[in-house]
């Protein structure tokens, strides 16, 4: 079997001893990117009145408010979703999907003050965007990194470059490791 991008094709041709329809293929990744970017709402909400707020610039930190859809928030799954959808961009030739991310991470980043201070003022509670903030382990920024590396190829932003910085100081000098430089969560857990 060849290493190349489309290895996990032929693994599944072996497998099934057909390979699947590509057309088939294709509707059922535009079906679930598409259900993706149609609840990602790039909004925030109260959890308790269900009270939604598009912009939150000049809102204190409030207890409650967090934002509105998953897939907006800083997580280790956003991030590989982003990464997809690069490669989705290329396999179905469609730049809607890489609009998507760079809307993602210009609503993550837009709204970065109020995430600050929700995370000073709530942090025991882990509000949204919090993996952001506290950065103690690769979950935290490891794979939303990477698609903030893809977004700042042609997109540039002095707050991405100021985060993908962090992130590099970070691996390169606080990440834990095993002795022979593996990574670890934290070596009282390796």
Known sequence: MK????????????????????????????????????NTSCQFIHSSTGETYTDVSQMPAKEGVRIK?????????NGVIHMAFFELTDTLYESKYI??????????????????????????????????????RLDDFGAMAAGLLEVAGTHKDPSHEEYI??????ITEEQDRLEDGTFCRRKNWC
């Open 69 to 77: 859809s998953l897939f907006n928030d800083w997580k280790y799954w």
């Open 3 to 38: 290493n190349n991008k489309h290895s996990a094709c032929i693994n599944v041709q072996e497998t099934v001893s057909t390979a699947p329809d590509k057309r088939i293929a294709d509707g059922k990744l535009r079906l679930m990117a598409d259900y993706i970017m149609q």
């Open 165 to 170: 910085n962090k992130c590099i100081h970070y």
């Open 99 to 136: 609009e998507h991310v760079k809307r993602n991470y210009d609503f993550f980043f837009g709204n970065l003050p109020f995430m600050k201070r929700m995370y000073a003022d709530y942090q025991a509670e882990m509000p949204s965007g919090h993996q952001f903030f506290r950065m103690d």
